[in-house]
């Protein structure tokens, strides 16, 4: 059996183990790919016309005063089917479409422009679909799997095309994150980036492997309104909130905003009770003449009994079936919690009409606590329909820094556009951590548990513990180039040095990796007509691996994706995206079969993922709005694990197709002037359970449906989701990599009213 260390390190990759290939040298293409980029960026400056793009004042709307790049002169967007564009610090959106995305390239680019698969979900879907988890709202992108609303915030189960993905807050990593990350109240938008983004992003153990969900939060505005909601639902489920928006001086130079929620919530899940609540101020401070100085507060904080969900026997195979709704544990065993506290500053400003600086700096700390009586094993250990239980506790304490700055230029020559930006990042994370479990405390029959045994805290020698430091220092180039309005060429480079140095003071043992790697990025994007694109690109991450020691040298896992495809904008209100891709990630760790104690791991793994997703809006009028997406997904080991699952072995969770389609119709006169309506549906495929593919879900799909009505700044909707009260099993990425039971059938009101 493999050891409790090896699988509680899996908490923070289920996937973690096995991706690769080798790697042919670089280094003559590399030495003309700096030097094409560094000749670009220096000649192109001295090649300007006079007729040079200048910065704008703030842009109309309901914005507020934008940063300096926010405000530079873009090339005119055409905009079909809809006149009720909006245009917020986060970027213009056209009903459910986004227009721009600052995520995959830190400037304001049109969506149709840049050489990458990107999803944004804006404001209007989460408000639509009454979406109370970042897990539930990524059902609304293709070939992502979002992480179980029940899971503790500390795991990381959001995959893009098969491997994990970062969370990301206002483009900052939130490495293991903490307290309520799934409050929406202060979320303007949510911006996937599928594939590796290592170029413009670092911090925690290095940069984004599979792929960033960037948490976008709502910005202060010129505008003064209070909004107060709340909604009610299914198992006992109460959520107000608020939202606050308030300048603080007649001429809009100081403007300030703060949101905050509040969620108390049982479940279909025995004895599950969770509360959790997130308050967000933030200060803005502005020149109006290129200066902005925004100050972000967060304080949150999570609590749950610890839920590890279900064993494969006895869910989706095996002789017998255990109640659905099962906790597994004492009733009586204490919450577990999770909290952070968080400050966030940023600095724009306009140094000329050319060049701008974006620099950010945030500080956070925060802890966790893991309770807990647990199962080790998917099958029954102690015979029949039984398991041997086991008190954990697992206590963590974490403080982090992060700073990144950038420059951005933007001007034309002829019938070129150039954005040059250059920057550098540092991030420094440390972490104690320390995990006590005691021996067996008890058996308990699941199939029909007639009592648990107590839980007491274990003590004495601790199971595994650490005293851990994750720092890691990049600098970039990047160079977004136009020509004839027509060819959209992106590439970048950063300089990527990682460091990871773990240590445990109970085994007086520990591990230390350094690397340093060049990181590129290259895409471009062709216009055939001024409705259709192609794109392809080609981009690399590197990351570190936590909580692991080595039996030979720790080497941090390196990930590529190739991928093209098209990107549409046709006039009869139809637009989207679509493409082929390939991702595949090596170094991965794997228990050393030489390693009698399963204690260490030999960074061999190796795993691809390939396929094909799609994305499509259809907004004909006013009126209707329909979204769809669809992916294909095959996720597996390209290289044997020593004792383990051979190559071609499916990979944990990911399901190989999945997709879904929503549509809204708003009313527009007479006696239903302000009522809406939406549907959809949801669909996925059955996944693996296991790296040797011995269990396996089965395939599902669920309808969900809204009414609406929206008046003067009063809103109320209805939504019921999962109308058919499908019953079924998804992957549930915990110490056995069992199953959960999803949620059934469930109703939730919401009111709002803005003042």
């Not at 509040?262 to 502005?286: A, C, Q």
């Amino acid at each position: 059996m493999r050891s409790l260390l090896q699988v509680f390190t899996r908490r923070h990759d289920a996937s973690a183990v096995a991706p690769a290939d080798g790697r042919c040298c670089q280094e003559f293409l590399m030495s003309r790919f700096v030097s094409g980029l560094v000749l670009a960026l220096v000649l192109a400056p001295l090649c300007r016309s006079a007729g040079a793009q200048t910065a704008t004042g703030s842009s109309e709307g309901t914005s507020s005063p934008l940063s300096p790049e926010a405000v530079v002169t873009l090339p005119t967007v055409v905009v079909t089917g809809r006149a009720d564009v909006t245009t917020t610090t986060a970027g213009d959106v056209d009903g459910y479409r986004a227009l721009t995305a600052r995520s995959a390239t830190l400037t304001d680019t049109p969506l149709r422009q840049i050489p990458q698969s990107i999803e944004v979900i804006p404001r209007s879907v989460l408000d639509d679909q009454a979406v109370t988890s970042i897990g539930e709202a990524l059902k609304n992108v293709s070939a992502t799997v979002g992480q179980p609303a029940l899971q503790t915030p500390v795991y990381n189960s959001n995959y893009i095309r098969g491997f994990a993905a970062e969370q990301y807050l206002d483009g900052m990593t939130t490495y293991l994150g903490s307290g309520d990350t799934n409050a929406m109240a202060d979320v303007e938008r949510i911006e996937v980036l599928k594939g590796p983004n290592g170029i413009l992003y670092g911090g925690g153990s290095g940069t984004p492997l599979g792929g960033v969900v960037n948490v976008v939060s709502r910005m202060p505005t010129a505008d003064r309104f209070l909004e107060i909601g709340g909604t009610v639902g299914s198992n006992a489920y109460y959520a107000p909130y608020f939202d606050i928006n308030q300048p603080l001086s007649k001429d809009g130079t100081i403007l300030f905003r703060s949101t905050g929620s509040y969620v108390k919530s049982g479940s279909d899940v025995d004895v599950i009770d969770t509360d959790r609540y997130s308050f967000n101020p933030t200060l803005l401070l502005t020149s109006k003449e290129g200066t902005t100085l925004t100050v972000q507060g967060r304080t949150s904080r999570w609590e749950q009994q610890e839920y590890q969900g279900l064993p494969a026997v006895g869910t989706v195979t095996g002789s017998f079936r255990v109640n659905p709704d099962l906790f597994i544990g004492t009733p009586d065993v204490p919450d577990s919690f999770s909290e952070t506290n968080s400050l966030t500053a940023t600095l724009d400003h306009a140094l000329n009409d050319v060049w701008s600086n974006s620099t950010k700096v945030r500080y956070g700390k925060s802890s966790y606590n893991q309770i807990s009586q647990i199962i080790i094993s998917n099958t029954p250990d102690t015979g029949g329909s039984s398991w041997s239980l086991y008190n954990q506790n697992v206590e963590e304490e974490r403080d982090e820094i992060a700073v990144s700055s950038h420059f951005l230029g933007q001007y034309t020559s002829g019938l070129f556009e150039f954005k040059p930006l250059f920057g550098v990042d540092y991030s420094r994370l440390a972490e104690t951590a320390v995990m006590h479990m005691s021996g067996a405390v008890g058996t308990v029959d699941l199939l029909s548990p007639a009592s648990w045994p107590a839980y007491t805290a274990p003590s004495g020698v601790a199971m595994t513990d650490g005293d851990n430091v994750y720092s890691t220092y990049g600098a970039y180039a990047q160079l977004q180039s136009t020509v004839a309005n027509r060819v959209h060429l992106l590439a970048g480079l950063r300089l990527a040095h990682l460091e990871i140095d773990q240590y445990s003071p109970t085994y007086l043992r520990g591990d230390n990796t350094k690397k340093t790697k060049l990181l590129p990025r290259v895409g471009a994007v062709y216009d055939l007509t001024d409705q259709f694109s192609l794109f392809a690109d080609y981009s690399e991450g590197m990351k570190g691996n936590p909580f692991f020691f080595y039996s030979g040298a720790a080497v941090p896992e390196v990930s590529r994706q190739y991928e093209g495809g098209v990107k549409f904008d046709a006039r009869n209100g139809v637009s989207g995206s679509a493409a082929l891709f390939q991702v595949s990630r090596s170094h991965v760790p794997v228990t050393d079969p030489a390693d009698p104690f399963g204690l260490t791991s030999l960074a061999i793994g190796e795993q691809q993922s390939r396929g094909f997703d799609t994305e499509l809006t259809w907004q004909p009028d006013e009126h209707w709005k329909l979204m769809a997406n669809y992916a294909y997904v095959d996720a597996e080991l390209t290289r044997d694990i020593p004792g383990g699952a051979t190559a071609g072995s499916k990979l944990v969770g990911i399901p190989r197709h999945s997709g879904g389609v929503w549509g809204d119709y708003a009313f527009g006169s007479g006696a239903l002037k302000g009522w809406s309506a939406g549907a959809g549906l949801h669909a996925a495929s059955g996944a693996p359970l296991d790296l040797k593919n011995t269990y396996k879900t089965e395939g599902y799909v669920t309808a969900d449906a809204a009414i609406r009505y929206q008046d003067d700044g009063f809103s109320a909707s209805l939504n019921v989701k999962n109308m058919t009260d499908e019953q079924y099993y998804t992957p549930y990425q915990y110490l056995v990599g069992g199953v959960a039971s999803a949620p059934g059938r469930s109703v939730f009101l919401t009111v709002s009213q803005r003042f």
